[in-house]
């Protein structure tokens, strides 16, 4: 534990810090997971609905400093890569049957 005033500071600073950017983190998780998921059931409109709220969570992120910029175009990328792979597949069983 600190025995400095400022340092008390910097430790309590760092630890809000750390709990905003980790709920942050695990928000953006959670939607990924989700769009994959959706994708996968074959609910194109709410995959997309949740795309859009994973980018936006992601590009705030990256404004507010938690992640790093080509981290989180990566993260974009990879997730529509994911999301368009899913509903190519899907419109291709569609059209075999």
Known sequence: M???KSAKKALLKSRERYLRN?????????Y??????????GETEASIE???RAISLI???????????????RKKS???IALNKRLAQQ???SAQS
């Open 32 to 41: 990924t997971r989700r769009v994959k998921q959706l994708a996968e059931k």
């Open 59 to 73: 590009d705030k992120a990256v404004k507010r400093g938690i992640l790093h910029k080509n981290t989180g175009n």
């Open 2 to 4: 600190p025995n400095i």
């Open 50 to 52: 949740n795309l859009r």
């Open 91 to 93: 419109q291709g069983e």
């Open 22 to 30: 980790r709920s942050t983190k695990s928000a953006i998780k959670t």
């Open 78 to 80: 990879r997730l529509m």
